[in-house]
């Protein structure tokens, strides 16, 4: 008996699903991958990002430590380090991110995303991590160079200010996310660099602080930049400031609470 037209159809078919279309969206650890990548890819090619994350930290590491500038003991590089690791950070995860998200915003990049299965923390933690990374490399370069210019941190010191760091990263990214997902971009671009030179001034008072009015170092410690300053000043040395740990995870709770309900994509 011969085999109809549709049986040898049948037979030649692939295997069941081989070109079936899968719209489901892809696992969440591979979407935050993916955006992870993508966004650490946007900030290594923007010029303006590299200045504020490399360029100006480590022009102030090594300006500050060879030049003759006030009186910060010796070796300076060990005054100096914590407040440029704190500018670092600040310029990464506060300034840089909050202009990023801004024009993101004007120009409908977010808007793109937002009609995909990407989640809006997915969203968030995406370019949180990829400043994580961003980071964590600029410590490393740092590092380094602190190193070549005489600093010799304790191994305790280093764990401490990792973490210091890392919870001061976490922080700042949300106060960023915060700030460029709900301004306009303009405003975010003025107001975000003025921050970023007030919290800089604010974190200088703190780690000038000997010869500075109690209840004016207390007020600086209040801000994100004091207290992050005040944390790491204290955690690269091997002890803990649990005052300015509680207001960094206050003001980074905060922040990432009001990010994620306040987000907006255009």
Do not use: C
């Not at 070109?19 to 993916?34: E, H, K, N, V």
């Not at 941190?153 to 996310?177: K, R, Y």
């Amino acid at each position: 008996m011969s085999m109809s037209h549709a049986d040898r159809r049948a037979d030649n078919r692939f295997t069941a699903g081989t070109f079936a279309p899968d719209p489901r969206p892809a696992p969440r650890a591979r979407m935050l991958a993916a955006q992870t990548k993508l966004e650490l890819t946007l900030l290594l090619r923007n010029g303006e990002q590299l200045l504020l994350t490399m360029f100006i930290p480590i022009t102030l590491l090594i300006g500050l430590t060879l030049l003759p500038f006030g009186d910060l003991g010796d070796p300076r590089v060990n005054r100096v380090m914590p407040a440029v690791m704190m500018v670092a950070v600040m310029s990464t995860a506060f300034t840089g991110q909050a202009i990023a998200v801004g024009f993101d915003r004007r120009y409908g990049a977010l808007k793109r995303l937002g009609a995909t299965p990407l989640p809006r923390w997915g969203i968030i933690a995406g370019k949180s991590a990829a400043v994580a990374i961003v980071v964590a490399i600029q410590m490393i370069v740092l590092g380094a160079i602190g190193f070549a210019l005489g600093w010799r941190p304790e191994v305790v010191g280093l764990l401490f200010g990792v973490v210091v760091i890392a919870l001061g990263t976490v922080m700042f990214a949300a106060l960023g996310l915060l700030l460029g997902g709900t301004l306009k971009a303009e405003i975010v671009l003025a107001l975000a660099n003025v921050l970023w030179f007030v919290m800089a001034g604010i974190g200088a008072v703190v780690f000038g602080g000997d010869g500075i009015p109690d209840a004016l170092h207390t007020l600086a410690r209040l801000v994100p930049s004091g207290a992050f300053a005040e944390a790491l000043d204290q955690g690269l040395t091997g002890s803990v400031d649990v005052f300015a740990i509680v207001v960094m995870v206050a003001w980074g709770a905060a922040g990432a609470w009001l990010a994620v309900r306040l987000f907006k994509f255009t």
